[in-house]
């Protein structure tokens, strides 16, 4: 009986999709799935990977934009040198896609200031707050780890910010015209 492949690796291959043929074969037996230097600017296929631990995405064409399928067992995110310039837009659809993400690496992309893009570190410091402060569960960001006064510097800068600008429980909305059923209308 064949050995189960943990891992897969379809790196420096050209891609600019996935196939089913490839996705049929090891669907059910990866779990470390890496997709390095392609051309992927699309990756719903890899919802097929239902026991996905890890993805690494470096060196594609993933963008703020791109959509990531749900991935609930997704514990390691690498999307390093891709063309991410809106931080927010795609830490919003990583919350949603990997509720149990414990490291992501974003480094060389315009979202993620630091030294290799010409970022300064007060830039690199306010990204890793913000990215911290929306992403609760990582233990390590852009292979350093996450501490407790991290956590709880993140938390008091956008902990605050996040409840400040969401909608009021009942806004009240201006009544144009008036309700005939009213009682009050007589």
Do not use: W
Request: net charge neutral; with cysteine.
């Amino acid at each position: 009986m064949a050995q189960p492949q943990a891992r897969l690796s379809l790196a420096y291959r050209n891609l600019d999709t996935l196939t089913y043929p490839v996705i049929r074969k090891f669907t059910k037996t990866t779990k470390e799935l890496d997709l390095s230097y392609n051309r992927l600017s699309e990756i719903s296929l890899v919802s097929a990977f239902e026991h996905l631990t890890a993805l690494v995405l470096d060196g594609n064409r993933i963008t703020s934009h791109t959509n990531f399928p749900t991935m609930p067992h997704l514990n390691t995110l690498c999307v390093n040198r891709n063309a991410i310039t809106n931080l927010a837009l795609f830490i919003d659809k990583i919350k949603v896609a990997c509720p149990n993400i414990q490291y992501l690496s974003m480094l060389n992309n315009e979202a993620c200031p630091n030294y290799f893009n010409g970022g300064t570190p007060k830039q690199y410091h306010d990204y890793r707050m913000y990215v911290i402060a929306h992403l609760p569960t990582l233990n390590m960001l852009d292979s350093t780890p996450i501490s407790e006064e991290e956590q709880a510097e993140a938390r008091q800068a956008y902990g605050s910010l996040a409840r400040a600008t969401a909608p009021p429980a009942s806004p009240s909305v201006p009544q144009y015209f008036p309700n005939p059923y009213s009682p009050n209308d007589k």
